[in-house]
């Protein structure tokens, strides 16, 4: 059974940082490319970051490019996002996604097979 449980969220002030984690269940993490959407109140998922399987290649949305980062340790099955210079736009939940045996990456959740519960971001003014 494939779980992933996403950690790091919080509250933040304008311009400050947080560092969300993702651990993944399952044989095949390695295997997989990893992503991180993100849905606010009223609006529909966006894509955020997506990386390989493994972790030489990132896509961004513009929105965050030079603000997040994505990164992962295949060796503990977890999967990073990075967030700095945030702002109140970047509130919303944050959730990882996982699509085992990918190519690349994509920005179409609908891509992706595996889902966390979200967690929490919420950037204050």
């Known amino acids: 059974q494939v779980q992933l449980v996403e950690s790091g969220g919080g509250l933040v002030h304008t311009g400050g940082s947080l560092r969300l984690s993702c651990v993944a269940s399952?044989?095949?993490?390695?295997?997989?490319?990893m992503a991180w959407f993100r849905q606010a109140p009223g609006k529909e998922r966006e894509f955020v970051a997506a990386?390989?399987?493994?972790?030489?290649?990132?896509d961004y949305a513009d929105s965050v490019k030079g603000r997040f980062t994505t990164s992962r340790d295949n060796d503990k099955n977890t999967v990073y996002l990075e967030m700095n210079s945030l702002r109140p736009e970047d509130t919303a939940v944050y959730y990882c996604?996982?699509?085992?045996?990918?190519?690349?990456?994509?920005?179409?959740?609908?891509?992706?097979?595996?889902w966390g519960q979200g967690t929490q971001v919420t950037v204050s003014s």
């Open positions: 399952g044989r095949t993490f390695r295997s997989s490319s």
């Open positions: 990386v390989t399987s493994r972790g030489d290649n990132t």
């Open positions: 996604a996982r699509a085992p045996l990918m190519y690349g990456t994509s920005r179409l959740a609908s891509a992706y097979g595996y």
